[in-house]
């Protein structure tokens, strides 16, 4: 059942997990992951959370493994703009984060939902680099970095807008015009 959404109660969700986040990595769990997913953990960890929140409207103590998989193979594919590291990373970090979670007795169904995600890993990658699964601004930002283009360099994005824009202007006036 989802609960209603609050900016108050989101902000709740992401200090606890934070705090769950910081005990994980000093941890045995967090110590077995390779150096590519201890350094994309936290991010994969806050981002599950919050979407999980937002996006399915379930705190923590309501996840349960069809949210976890319409979360990881549609919604973080759809929303967030990261390379491939980051989905291969997803399963190996949710699953030792859930096992922790399990151990530490703070959330009930941790050993569901590790097994979940375990075994959905290979449809989470595939998924999070197929563009099928992209939202439009993630596909904008994926096509920009694609073509090396510095998403950090503000004229060079109004640049592009610009040429996108006209683009667009010009497609609706042939349209137009041919009706």
Not at 86 to 115: C, G, H, Q
């Amino acid at each position: 059942m989802m609960e209603e959404y609050s900016e108050k109660k989101l902000e709740e969700i992401l200090n606890r997990v934070y705090k769950w986040s910081i005990e994980f990595s000093k941890s045995r769990f967090f110590r077995k992951l390779t150096e590519v997913e201890k350094r994309e953990a936290e991010f994969i960890i806050t981002s599950f959370a919050e979407y999980m929140y937002v996006y399915h409207g379930l705190p923590p103590e309501k996840w349960n493994e069809k949210a976890l998989e319409e979360c990881c193979l549609y919604t973080l594919p759809r929303k967030i703009s990261a390379g491939e590291s980051y989905f291969k990373s997803i399963s190996p970090v949710l699953s030792a984060f859930f096992t922790f979670l399990d151990e530490k007795n703070l959330l009930k169904n941790a050993l569901k939902l590790k097994r979940k995600v375990r075994k959905i890993r290979e449809r989470i990658i595939s998924n999070g680099m197929n563009p099928r699964y992209w939202g439009p601004a993630k596909l904008f930002i994926m096509t920009l970095l694609a073509s090396r283009i510095d998403i950090t360099n503000e004229k060079e994005i109004k640049k592009i807008l610009r040429l996108l824009h006209q683009s667009i202007i010009s497609s609706n006036s042939l349209n137009n015009f041919k009706t």
